[in-house]
Each structure stands twice: as structure tokens, then as C-alpha cells.
């Protein structure tokens, strides 16, 4: 609740003060991040629409079947899955209160998504070498623009992670760091369901 409006000596209104519950009402910052996962959808879903309308586009070009290696891929989506599960474990632990294995399952979260970042990188290093750029396709630019989109979520991501990981070990696990880390988890596994219609629409449809 507020303060009631004070006149000062002058007869001018005070300005009005508001109690600390009043500042960050209950669910607020899950409601926002809903929101801004919605709106993150909203940019996926145009990505997939267009590659959807342009990936058959080759411009006698190379082909997803010419270019994808199905098992690098499958094994990147190894990685992505297990980081889910692991950030799992770390969210299991905080709930225990315990910091040291959050932190533990926290980072082995973190290298799984470097893995990730990392063998995806190699692959887009493979592709411009051989020549397969975006601007040499509407299906290779349709196809960077996706999965490169992505990739800059999962390095958003990995920041993120770096960042709680730093304020978890300083503050601990009080309710401020586990509304923060709640909002992780929710982003890393939505990433993670993008990730298999990625595999799923992009490299198992390409190759065939």
C-alpha cells in the first residue's frame, strides 16, 4: 500500500512513496518473461515461415542433402538436450538450497552449451568453405538466418549463465537469484523445443 499524499509547508503535494511489496508484485517477472518468450516466438515462427517458403530455393545451388552432416548434427542435439537436463539438476539442487552442486550442474549446463556453440560454429566454417554463403542461396540465406538466430540465443544464453552463476556464489540462493534462475530455465528449454524443430524441419527434411 502507499503512503497518503502529505502537503508540504507550502501547500505543495509531496511526492508519494511506495512500500518495497508494491514494487515487484508476486508473478510479475514471470508474467513479463512469458511475455517476452510469446513475442520470441513470434520472431521464430517468421524464420520458419520463410525458410518454410524458400528452402526449396537452390538457385543451382547446393542442396541441404549436398551440405548437411546429419550425425555432427544429431550429436550437437545431443548436447543442447543433455545441457536441458542438467539445468534440471541445477534447479533440483537450488531448490535444496544447496549452492555448491547448483553451481556444479550449473557449469557442466554451461559447457554442454558451448559444445553446442562450438560444433555449430564448425559447421558454418565447413559451409562457407565450401562455398555454400548466405548470399549464394535464398535456401542458404534462409538457413543461416534460422539456425544462426538461434546460436545468438544460446550465446545470450551462456552469458546469462556465467552471470548467475557469479551472483549465485556471491548472494546465494535467496529469492531474487531463484525467480532469475526460474527465468533461465524457462528460456534454455525453449530454446531446446526450437532446437528439435530446427533438426527436425530443417536438417531431417533437408536431406531427403
Known amino acids: 500500500m502507499s503512503q497518503a499524499p502529505v502537503q508540504s509547508a507550502d501547500g505543495a503535494e509531496k511526492p508519494v512513496f511506495y512500500l518495497k511489496e508494491d514494487h515487484h ?14 513475442s520470441d516466438c513470434l520472431i521464430f515462427a517468421t524464420l520458419f515461415a520463410t525458410y518454410a517458403v524458400v528452402g526449396r530455393s537452390y538457385a543451382a545451388g547446393p542442396s541441404g542433402a549436398d551440405l548437411f ?8 542435439t545431443g548436447f543442447l538436450l543433455f545441457s536441458s537436463i542438467t539445468y534440471g539438476f541445477a534447479m533440483l539442487e537450488a531448490q535444496k538450497k544447496k549452492i555448491n552442486t547448483t553451481l ?15 560444433l555449430e560454429l564448425y559447421e558454418f566454417y ?6 555454400a554463403t548466405p548470399q549464394r542461396s535464398a535456401f542458404l540465406s534462409a538457413f543461416f538466418a534460422l539456425v544462426g538466430t538461434h ?7 551462456v552469458i546469462w549463465l556465467v552471470t548467475l552463476m557469479v551472483q549465485v556464489k556471491k548472494f546465494g540462493l535467496h529469492a531474487e537469484n531463484m525467480r ?12 531446446d523445443v526450437i532446437w528439435i524443430g530446427v533438426f527436425s524441419f530443417v536438417y531431417l527434411v533437408g536431406v531427403l
Open 25 to 38: 508484485p508476486e508473478n510479475g517477472t514471470s508474467i513479463g518473461f512469458w511475455l517476452y518468450l510469446m
Open 69 to 76: 552432416d546429419l550425425k555432427l548434427v544429431a550429436i550437437n
Open 104 to 118: 556444479i550442474w550449473l557449469a557442466i549446463t554451461g559447457l554442454f552449451g558451448l559444445a553446442f556453440l562450438g
Open 126 to 131: 565447413h559451409l562457407i568453405h565450401e562455398g
Open 151 to 157: 546460436g545468438l540465443h544460446v550465446t545470450f544464453g
Open 180 to 191: 532469475r534462475l526460474t527465468c533461465l530455465s524457462m528460456f534454455w528449454h525453449f530454446l
